[in-house]
């Protein structure tokens, strides 16, 4: 059975910083796209970051470019989300996702993905 697990989430003060991690289980994500998408409340699910399979390749929403990093290490099929100088207007449901076949680049756009988590909560105070 193939698994995305977030973790890492929680409740931070603005400014401050969490890491976001995407553990994958069931195959290897090692030569596929993955991206982190977030649903605030009452919000549509939206973009955040994506990564290519080596991680060469990166897209980042502007809400986040400089401040959020997307890596990932593909021995440990694990994905990570760096966000530092967190503001209120990140908290959300942070999903992790995976595209279903190799090679293709990183994508902005939910429906590329085949493969989602069930979600991590940042909340960031004021």
């Known amino acids: 059975q193939v698994q995305l697990v977030e973790s890492g989430g929680g409740l931070v003060q603005a400014g401050g910083s969490l890491r976001l991690s995407c553990a994958a289980s069931g195959r290897s994500f090692s030569n596929n796209a993955m991206a982190w998408f977030r649903q605030g409340p009452g919000k549509e699910r939206e973009f955040v970051a994506a990564?290519?399979?080596?991680?060469?390749?990166?897209l980042y929403a502007d809400s986040v470019k400089g401040r959020f990093t997307i890596s990932r290490d593909n021995a440990k099929n694990t994905m990570y989300l760096q966000m530092n100088i967190l503001k209120p207007e990140d908290t959300a449901v942070y999903y992790c996702?995976?595209?279903?076949?190799?090679?293709?680049?990183?994508?902005?756009?939910?429906?590329?993905?085949?493969?989602w988590g069930h979600g991590t909560q940042v909340t960031v105070s004021s």
């Open positions: 990564i290519s399979w080596s991680g060469d390749s990166t």
């Open positions: 996702a995976a595209r279903a076949f190799a090679s293709p680049p990183p994508r902005s756009t939910p429906g590329n993905y085949a493969y």
